[in-house]
């Protein structure tokens, strides 16, 4: 049997970050059937900023019971057509922000999407689960600790 000891293992759910977009934490759907990373996102506009386009939207983190929404901008990444859950091809604004799961922080590439009807407003992907060298456990959840958004340091 092979070991990996250098991956961090994770839950079907957990508790992630996103410093850049100002959200301390929220929880997160991990999907490695997704290859994108996916945030629910309503009112998005395009804008220019220094000769780059940007993407202006609401981001939802909070849960049905207790909504929370927080403005944010980050830089357009690019347009991506994805097939949604229901089998629907979408085209979605794409963006990259610092991503904090646990005590580590990577860049992440996000579609901004409506996830209104699903129970968890963030979908991690399998190019997340790569890029931050992430194993799943079936079997667990929440298996890291709150996201440590106060190691972030905006290089990159």
Known sequence: MKTFDHLTVIGLREWIGLPGLGIAKVRAKV???????????????????????????KAHVGTPRKPQDIDCEARLVSFKRIKSSNGHLQERHVIRT??????KCWWVDFSLTCRKSMRYRVLLGCTAMLDGQLVINPGLRFVQDQPQTNLFHSEG
């Open 31 to 57: 999907d490695s059937g997704a290859k994108t990373s996916a945030l629910h996102a309503t009112d998005i506009e395009t804008f220019e900023r220094d000769d780059e386009t940007w993407v202006r939207f």
């Open 98 to 103: 610092p991503m904090v799961l646990g005590d």
